[in-house]
Structure formats: structure tokens, C-alpha cells
């Protein structure tokens, strides 16, 4: 089974303005509202792939029954725990004319004592041997920083991987607990071992210096730039495809499922780097944070090249 964690979800509001503009009235040329947060993004491109997952973390408020109506409609397995609080709306402001991408966040609810330990326990009784346990994303206020690092012991505790895609404390913490692979962007590398990175070259030094803590794999996305996949053994870059840009949204999301599609279905090293390049570029293709199709990134897989570096 898969799992993935979504612990501060979002209802992804996308508008198109043509010619956005801070501080005026702006004219919205179109809207749509996409269920999301990384754990289920993850899970709606594996359901497009045909991998069965498990969404679950913390829903509330107006957009509780839209969120489960939304994944029953997918046919996504969920266990969500209600919350008191409302989850939160993401904005993304899509500006074609100028190909700029603006994304406003909210917080998100307060998560109170009581209902984190319910999830835990939750997640304790979900976990088994030969799971692979997605954790991604950021964290609603209430919820402490090393969460990440509680649940890739529980997780490996009870038999299962862990992919951990995050950001800052929640990684540095998230890593200690040696999960099988993490996916941070260049920038949040950079953040993560406190160094500026010039080239590839300073970028897989500093992912052998995280695989010699523990943690097994790598997955450093570089943006239109491609991205990194380094072992304990070898490493391997590819190059970015140039696709139309829709959306930003989701790309890393679209990754961290490829990499699981590719473990399910045995592919090797080189083979998950070329599938998660092409998720990603689907992705960026697609509007709002709508999941990529298996069609799309079999179509771009052709025009994939990998090599050891």
C-alpha cells in the first residue's frame, strides 16, 4: 500500500489575469478549485497511473466535504481525522501574458494536542511492512517541527519506505530519522546543508553527505534545469524539457509519484530519474494543480536523456 501524509491540505484556488498587476483592480479571466496539499497530489497522479494509495492527514470546516466528495469522485482511498479548524485556500495568480506565477499561502488551522495524537495513532495502526509512506509538504501551526522525523520512525518501525519531500526544520528533523528518499529543490538543499552550491558537481557532495547520515537515495529537482538522482553508489543528472507552462504548482509533487510508480514497477536508477523528469514536465503543462496523465509522460519520456555523472 501507499500512504501519503498531508497534514496541512489546501483548497488550490487558481486565477487567470492576463497583465496582473499589484495595488489595482484586476479582471479575472477564469477560476478553478483544485483539492490539494503535496501528499494529495501525489496520491492524484499515482491514481492516474493506476497505483492504488491512501490519502490521510487533517480536513475541516467549509471544505471538508468537498475534499472527500472530491476523492471518492477519484475512487482515492481516505482517512482524513476531522478537525475543529477550517482548512485553508492556496492562491495562485497565473499571468500568461507576462509568464509570471504568483502563489499566496495560507497558514492553515491550528492543530490542537488532542487531534495531532489521534493521527498518530491512526497513521501506527495504517503503516505495514512493505508500505511506501509519502511525507510531504509543510505543517499547520500546532504541530511541532520534528512531526516528520516522529513518523518516518513509525513508518520504519512497522516495515515501511519513506519518501520525505520538505522544507527547512522539517527536514533537517525529518532526515536524522534516515527515510529511504528525500526530494528537495536546489534551494532547499542549499538551506538544508547551510552551503551555496555552484555547480552539480558541489550538489552531489553535499547529497553524499547526506547519504552517508543514513538516508538511502537523493532526488534534488533543479527547477527548468532538470534534476539530480544520487546513491550511495552513483549519480545521474537529466536535463529539463521545454513544455508550455500552465501551472508551476505540482511539479515536485509529480516527482515524488513518479518515484514511487518506479519502485512499484522495478524500474532502475536512471529509468525513475527519466520518468520523473517527464512527470514533472507534464505537469507544469497542466492547468491548476490538475494530476498529469501516464499517456502525457509516456509521450515526453521519448525526448528524456539521463546520464552518469
Known amino acids: 500500500m501507499v500512504i501519503t501524509v498531508t497534514l496541512n491540505p489546501a483548497m488550490d484556488k487558481t486565477l487567470n489575469i492576463d497583465d496582473f498587476n499589484v495595488g489595482v483592480v484586476n479582471r479575472v479571466g477564469s477560476i478553478r478549485y483544485d483539492i490539494g496539499g ?43 481525522i476531522t478537525i475543529n479548524g ?4 492556496n492562491t495562485k495568480v497565473v499571468d500568461d501574458l507576462n509568464k509570471v506565477y504568483t502563489d499566496i499561502n495560507e497558514a492553515g488551522p491550528n492543530i490542537s494536542h488532542d487531534e495531532l495524537e489521534v493521527f498518530i495513532n491512526k497513521f501506527k495502526a ?16 500546532g504541530i511541532e517541527k520534528n512531526i516528520y522525523g516522529t513518523l518516518t520512525k513509525i513508518a520504519k518501525d512497522n516495515g515501511a519506505f519513506v519518501i520525505l519531500d520538505a522544507e527547512g526544520e ?19 538543499f542549499e538551506l538544508l546543508l547551510g552551503k551555496k552550491f555552484k555547480n552539480n558537481d558541489d550538489i552531489i557532495e553535499g547529497a553524499k553527505e547526506v547519504i552517508a547520515k543514513g538516508v538511502s537515495n537523493v532526488l534534488i529537482s533543479l527547477g527548468s534545469k532538470g534534476a539530480l538522482f544520487v546513491t550511495k553508489d552513483k549519480a545521474y ?9 500552465k501551472s508551476t504548482v505540482g511539479a515536485g509533487d509529480s516527482m515524488v509519484a513518479a518515484f514511487v510508480y518506479g519502485i512499484i514497477n522495478g524500474l532502475n536508477e536512471m529509468e525513475i530519474l527519466r520518468f520523473s523528469i517527464a512527470c514533472g514536465a507534464a505537469s507544469v503543462s497542466t492547468e491548476g494543480t490538475e494530476a498529469c496523465s501516464l499517456e502525457d509522460v509516456q509521450e515526453l519520456l521519448k525526448r528524456v536523456e539521463v546520464e552518469e555523472v
Do not use: H, Q
Open 86 to 89: 477550517d482548512t485553508r485556500t
Open 170 to 188: 522539517l527536514l533537517s528533523e525529518g532526515i536524522k530519522e534516515k527515510p529511504y528518499i528525500i526530494k528537495p529543490n536546489d534551494m532547499e
Open 237 to 245: 543528472y537529466a536535463k529539463g524539457l521545454v513544455v508550455p507552462v
Open 126 to 141: 495504517m503503516c505495514n511492512k512493505d508500505d511506501i509512506v509519502v511525507l510531504s509538504g509543510g505543517v499547520a501551526p
Open 38 to 80: 503535496k501528499g494529495i497530489n501525489v496520491s492524484k497522479v499515482l491514481k492516474n497511473f493506476n497505483v492504488e494509495s491512501k490519502c490521510t492527514g487533517f480536513i475541516g470546516g467549509m471544505w471538508e466535504s468537498s475534499f472527500k466528495e472530491e476523492l471518492e469522485k477519484r475512487k482515492i482511498n481516505n482517512e482524513f
